[in-house]
């Protein structure tokens, strides 16, 4: 898997101001894994992620659990 045959995604609330992550969800059901990479740097370090855990990230953000940090 290359950073290239991936399809990512970027947050609809990210205003482009270079603080984003991108994620391409694309495999996350036959390889259990979801890749993460920064979008300042797309050929930089790609991390993969339990799917299970970004979903309970994603489940967490949206419940408002991290808007304090």
Same mark, same amino acid.
């Given at each position: 898997?290359?950073?290239?045959?991936?399809?990512?995604?970027?947050?609809?609330?990210?205003?482009?101001?270079?603080?984003? $992550?991108?994620?391409? !969800?694309?495999?996350? +059901? /036959?390889? *259990? $894994?979801? !890749? $993460?990479?920064?979008?300042?740097? @797309? *050929?930089? !370090?790609?991390? /993969?992620? @339990? +799917? /299970?855990?970004? +979903?309970?990230?994603? /489940?967490?953000?949206? +419940?408002?659990?991290?808007?304090? $940090?």
């Amino acid at each position: 898997m290359t950073n290239d045959s991936l399809r990512w995604y970027k947050s609809s609330y990210s205003n482009n101001g270079g603080s984003c $992550v991108e994620w391409a !969800p694309g495999r996350a +059901a /036959t390889t *259990g $894994v979801v !890749p $993460v990479r920064d979008s300042k740097n @797309p *050929g930089g !370090p790609v991390l /993969t992620v @339990p +799917a /299970t855990a970004f +979903a309970s990230f994603v /489940t967490g953000v949206k +419940a408002g659990e991290f808007d304090t $940090v």
